[in-house]
């Protein structure tokens, strides 16, 4: 017999709010049965009960038309996700067909809607953002660095506090973000904002509280009390540090918080930096169950004109072009690795000469991993432990005669001696060229093996070097800004791809070694080509990659990541990213007595 003193049917969030828990009352078996396998990845817990990831229930919502009974009990907040994002899913359609009911605000509108109290200037570009999210409840902006995306989220949340549907504001950033979010904070409103990074527990009185990425996951439970307490917006900022949406750390924590937001933005100008399901996890977070459905769908074609179209609606964006920035030139060069060189490389990955076959199992010792492979392709010395971790490589000038007697194992302990890496040659003689011209180079590479090398081998451009355990990094930068004589930084985009602008006094970069990392190489170039440079500047991009190796498999698949993500975001500076200008190689004509000669020149101007 059916109990009536109870729902038949209660939907809620887990613990965790990433999954559904559907529960049915006593004596509704088989129709719960019934909905249940309408949502086939779903785990059954008991005879009436089951979890659906958040996900596929609400892109299975329709499943709950079976359910007969009427008398169904929603948790508040997953209702309220819920009728959020169905509304946002309309609202998009109508803007897809045209239909001016999907525009509430518009460019002309949007400083009525900011408030009294709201004083920062906007530009034409910020206006039509601002506008574009207000017309959805939740929203993601992928616009390009330099847009002033910290200004806009703070005017969309200016626009929601003067509606009276949020009073404060919740921003997830890299630590690097901190400042911008804090000076705009004071600079945009009559009456600052209280804007305060999260140091122990959530400060109540705070109006907008900064956490970042990493101190997510063991601070959940305070910042779910504080975003339940009082109505709330979340803006994720460099958004894609969460892309691996609910399988990530980042992005379960992301998930999680959420739902318990009256309003979701993002922002990031790399949004799909590895493809399609990039973008799918970056919007589940703003509109669960919709977003992966709409990216599913509009990608399955392969038409990603189609694509970018369909998706339009649910981002906004400024280009680089519509910020009038110059153009900049980006170029590869293949440089041929040197016989030795050459010959250790094919034994790393299993291409054995007769020499190599006597050190074979010490070449399978050192592995085929893809960072090892791509630090090979500089030079296989820097995969041997020197005196620390960090040790540079050595290099004798002139180098020694290559002993034929000795194995391929043993020169390769000594290849410093005997041979001069390529790219380091090609690098050194960038950065000569552009110090004869009064420009200062930014030279990239992954290792820190690989700068403290090239810190040495340009000692005489006193160069400024940034990685991960730099301790003095803000001196370090203010040196390469200030002085004239260090013409060169050396650092690596894992460091220093986000949060820093050099593009005052910086227009030349050379990446010695790249990654599959399309995020992150497309991040670390905005640090010399952004906005605020003068017009008719020249900015020249150089990646180097040597010949038959794993740097043109990189290449290969960095230009079709970022020929996705132009495409997607109909961005042609994009999309020029992903077939780079092949250009010769400076250093190609350089024989061992040229390279002595030039470091000769280097080291008498360098005493002048």
Sequence with gaps: MITTAQPSLR????????????????????????????????????????EVDLDDFLTGLEALAIWSSPDVEWEEELATLVGGVLDDAEHAEQWLEGSDAAAPATSETVADQLGPDWCGDLTDFQRRDIARLLSLQHGANFSVPGAGKTRVGLAVFAAMRQRGDVRRLLVVSPKSAYESWDYESTVCFKKPLIARVMKGSPDPRTDVLIVNYERLDRSLAGLASWLRSTPSMIILDEAHRMKLGARGIYGSACMALGPLARRRLILTGTPAPNGARDLENLLSFVWPGHGRRVVTGAVAGGDLAHASAV?????????????????????????????????????????????????????????????RLLMAATSPALLLEGESRHAPLDYRL?????????????????????????????????????????RKTLVWTTFVRSLTTMERLFSAYQPAM????????????????????????L???????????????????????????????????????????APGTETRVTALAAERTLDEVVALRLGEKLAFMGQILDDPSVQQLADLQEEPSLAA??????????????????VK
């Design 589 to 606: 004509g350089m024989d061992m007595a040229d390279v002595r000669a030039l470091l000769r020149h280097i080291d008498s101007h360098a």
């Design 466 to 489: 940034v990685h991960g355990g730099t301790l003095d990094r803000e001196e370090q930068l203010k040196r390469f800004r200030e002085d004239p004589d260090c013409h060169v930084l």
């Design 491 to 533: 650092s690596n985009p894992a460091t220093l791809g986000e949060g820093i602008s050099l593009h005052q006094v910086c227009h030349d970069a050379v990446y010695v070694d790249r990654d599959f990392m399309a995020g992150r190489f497309l991040q670390s170039l905005d640090r010399i080509h952004r906005l605020g440079l």
């Design 11 to 50: 939907i809620a969030f887990d613990v965790t709010r990433t999954r559904a828990v559907l529960r049915a009352a006593p004596g509704h078996e088989k129709d719960f049965a019934r909905l249940a396998a309408r949502f086939p990845a779903a785990g059954q817990r008991t005879l009436l009960s089951v």
């Design 311 to 371: 998706l339009r609606p649910l981002f906004t964006r400024t280009t680089k072009k519509e910020l009038g920035l110059p153009p900049f030139e980006t170029r590869i060069r293949y440089v041929p690795l040197p016989p030795l060189h050459r010959e250790i490389y094919d034994a790393l990955v299993g291409r054995y000469t007769a020499r190599a076959e006597a050190g074979r199992d010490d070449f399978d010792a050192l592995g085929k991993a893809m960072l």
């Design 398 to 438: 002139p180098p020694l005669e290559v002993p034929q007697t000795d194995s391929l194992y043993s020169l390769l302990r000594q290849l410093p001696d005997y041979e001069f890496s390529p790219k380091y040659k090609e690098a050194l003689s960038i950065v000569a060229k552009n110090a004869t011209r009064g």
